[in-house]
């Protein structure tokens, strides 16, 4: 359904129409994106609450800047919507997120308005740095460089990266930090509760806007007054706050806190900062979810809620007829506290997706054996590895993609001094409308390649529960269960815990001609699969891997002493991962066999449900089919019985 943009909207195509406003019409230009965002994300899905609770900042950031040539990067991407729409792309956000459409972040490739592609977060300030320089480099001198990042993703060590190194190179950049203190749930530590000191500040707020103000006129008084007002501001700032400015100590000029929702004052603020060399940093105060009650009400719920009705706010779900599996997200959540009811050396951690990754039940359950770090994975690791060396299990959840931010602390602080930390990676394989940026596709390949570790996948949810108990056994050392995002197959999952011989997987059928390998969920594709070549005269064995690493080679001599066809079937990158591994066994020990693998090819997926990424990729149930029947004898019953 194509949705009608209000009356000014729908003459905006590009950044250069709406300059075409007077400052007076940017209220209403910014209602009428509200609105529209509302109205398309309504009945198509998708991140909500970020990007409303930006409308009024990406109003004023394209009235006052010069863009594309002024360079405006976003951080993480949720709150791009607006973006999007005001650059050239309003008639096609329809299709954000949906299967052949525009993605629902930032993109090189989509835009030139979208000048870094992004996803996970806390990027921005050092790729604005990198531009700020490239562009001194070049001599274009009067190019802004602007970085919207959130007060969550600040937390990430790569911010701090960012803004040490820009506070030495005085590149034209401008960090403007939108805080709402939310990322998916509400932000954690130290850092929430200096940015709360500044903005609850009442002395403080009272001299911003002289300070401010000012400021701007600097380049009238020359370097010398510059230099002496530069310090007095300081002194102000450390003063009213009573300690001193973190951003002003990384030799940023600090300005705000302002009202992130007032468009008119933030296009001028915007415009007065683009008058001011060197690194600066607008602090804006938002609300996520700023115009739909119930969003700004339960920010978390509105992240992305699919589809709703815009009118009553009720979330639309369909109602099964009989009982559903669950998530796997669940699955993990409710036996982590059976777990660790059973067992007090147990604690959880996530990187800032307790609700995510359901450690929130948890957290609710066990307040003190639970902990949200901040979106920080490197410090997620290493935290969990401290916690190890003492004797405790933590179970460490972060998404497959993120874990590919820790990589050298599994290396370096888990797996070298072999301690039992438990990596559960949620989001493992294709997840869906997040695209290339969220996929899980890599983690086979990189985590089977490091000495010490067990990386497993279970094919159902009793499997995840069972390899969860066997992770938190005496002396296992670092242990990884990855699993996808979405549900399971039984609705009858809470089954009684069963330790797992490590490195063992299991026969599901015997079979002819065809051995059908496979890791992890996707086996209930190859069991569908099976089925129905069944109904056709085609028998392909099956067997369940379930550990990644150690391989079960006493299986493989079997499969391999027995059929000469093998498919193997996987959700990660076909480089280097469960099918690169069978080969190596059957090169290793002189087998000779026909090997053919599905998985995910040698390049980036982009966005769409799960089922028509299966399909692209060709390890779904109807590819399985299809490539069995190439290279499978077709029999009869009667065949068969002889």
């Keep these: 359904m194509q949705v009608k943009a209000g009356p000014l909207l729908s003459k905006i195509n590009y950044p250069a129409d709406l300059k075409q406003y007077n400052e007076s019409d940017l209220e209403q230009i910014s209602q009428e994106l509200r609105q529209y965002i509302i109205d398309v994300v309504s009945v198509n899905g998708g991140h909500f609450g970020a990007s409303l609770g930006v409308v009024e900042l990406t109003v004023a950031l394209h009235y006052a800047l010069n863009t594309p040539y002024d360079k405006l990067v976003w951080d993480v991407g949720h709150q791009a919507y607006g973006h999007k729409i005001l650059t050239g792309r309003r008639d096609l956000f329809h299709t954000n997120r949906v299967y052949g459409g525009i993605s629902g972040f930032p993109k090189i490739s989509e835009s030139e308005y979208d000048t870094f592609g992004v996803g996970h977060s806390s990027t921005s300030i050092s790729a604005a740095l990198g531009m700020a320089v490239a562009s001194q480099l070049k001599g274009e001198t009067n190019r802004q460089h602007v970085a919207v990042i959130g007060d969550g993703a600040m937390t990430a060590g790569l911010a701090f990266e960012g803004l040490n190194h820009a506070g030495i190179e005085n590149s034209n950049v401008l960090v403007i930090l939108n805080d709402n203190c939310m990322s998916i749930d509400p932000n954690v530590g130290a850092l929430k509760e200096y940015l709360t000191s500044i903005t609850i500040s009442k002395s403080y707020n009272r001299f911003r806007d002289d300070i401010s103000h000012v400021l701007t006129g600097l380049s009238k008084l020359g370097p010398n007054a510059h230099k002496y007002v530069k310090k007095i501001e300081k002194s102000i700032k450390g003063t009213l706050l009573k300690q001193s400015n973190l951003f002003e100590a990384l030799n940023f000029r600090y300005f705000g806190p302002v009202d992130g929702h007032d468009v008119k004052r933030l296009a001028q603020v915007i415009k007065d900062l683009s008058a001011i060399p060197g690194p600066k940093l607008l602090h804006c105060v938002t609300v996520k979810g700023k115009g739909f009650a119930l969003a700004e009400k339960d920010q978390t719920k509105w992240h992305a809620p699919g589809l709703f009705d815009k009118i009553t706010g009720e979330i639309k779900k369909s109602t099964p007829d009989k009982p559903q599996p669950p998530k796997y997200q669940d699955v993990f959540g409710h036996t982590m506290v059976e777990l660790a009811e059973a067992n007090d050396k147990i604690v959880g951690i996530t990187p800032a997706m307790p609700s995510g990754s359901s450690l929130n039940i948890m957290m609710k359950a066990m307040p003190k054996r639970a902990f949200d770090?901040?979106?920080?994975?490197?410090?997620?690791?290493?935290?969990?590895?401290?916690?190890?060396?003492?004797?405790?299990?933590?179970?460490?959840?972060?998404?497959?993609?993120?874990?590919?931010?820790?990589?050298?602390?599994?290396?370096?602080?888990?797996?070298?001094?072999?301690?039992?930390?438990?990596?559960?990676?949620?989001?493992?394989?294709?997840?869906?409308?997040?695209?290339?940026?969220?996929?899980?596709?890599?983690?086979?390949?990189?985590?089977?390649?490091?000495?010490?570790?067990?990386?497993?996948?279970?094919?159902?949810?009793?499997?995840?529960?069972?390899?969860?108990?066997?992770?938190?056994?005496?002396?296992?050392?670092?242990?990884?269960?990855?699993?996808?995002?979405?549900?399971?197959?039984?609705?009858?999952?809470?089954?009684?815990?069963?330790?797992?011989?490590?490195?063992?997987?299991?026969?599901?059928?015997?079979?002819?001609?065809?051995?059908?390998?496979?890791?992890?969920?996707?086996?209930?594709?190859?069991?569908?699969?099976?089925?129905?070549?069944?109904?056709?005269?085609?028998?392909?064995?099956?067997?369940d891997l379930r550990f990644v690493k150690p391989l079960d080679e006493q299986m493989l001599h079997e499969v391999f002493a027995k059929y000469k066809h093998v498919i193997t079937v996987e959700d990660g990158s076909l480089q280097g991962g469960v099918g690169s591994a069978v080969l190596e066994f059957m090169a290793d020990h002189g087998y000779q066999a026909n090997v053919i693998r599905l998985g995910i090819p040698d390049q980036f997926i982009e966005h769409g449900e799960q089922p028509e990424l299966w399909a692209?990729?060709?390890?779904?149930?109807n590819s399985i089919i299809e490539t069995v029947r190439k290279i499978a004898i077709k029999r009869t019953t009667d065949s068969m019985a002889g």
């Design 373 to 543: 770090v901040g979106i920080a994975e490197q410090h997620a690791v290493t935290f969990s590895a401290g916690l190890a060396a003492q004797g405790l299990v933590p179970f460490c959840n972060i998404y497959s993609s993120f874990m590919q931010r820790a990589y050298d602390q599994v290396i370096h602080d888990v797996a070298i001094q072999k301690l039992n930390v438990v990596f559960c990676l949620d989001r493992a394989g294709l997840a869906g409308a997040d695209g290339a940026t969220h996929h899980g596709a890599y983690d086979i390949a990189y985590m089977r390649c490091i000495p010490n570790l067990v990386v497993s996948s279970p094919m159902n949810e009793e499997e995840l529960r069972n390899l969860m108990f066997t992770a938190q056994q005496d002396n296992i050392g670092p242990f990884v269960i990855r699993y996808p995002r979405g549900n399971g197959v039984m609705p009858d999952w809470k089954r009684p815990f069963k330790a797992l011989e490590i490195g063992k997987g299991r026969k599901i059928c015997d079979g002819e001609d065809v051995a059908l390998l496979t890791i992890g969920h996707v086996g209930n594709f190859a069991v569908e699969a099976r089925a129905e070549l069944n109904t056709e005269g085609f028998y392909p064995a099956h067997y």
């Design 616 to 621: 692209e990729c060709g390890y779904d149930k």
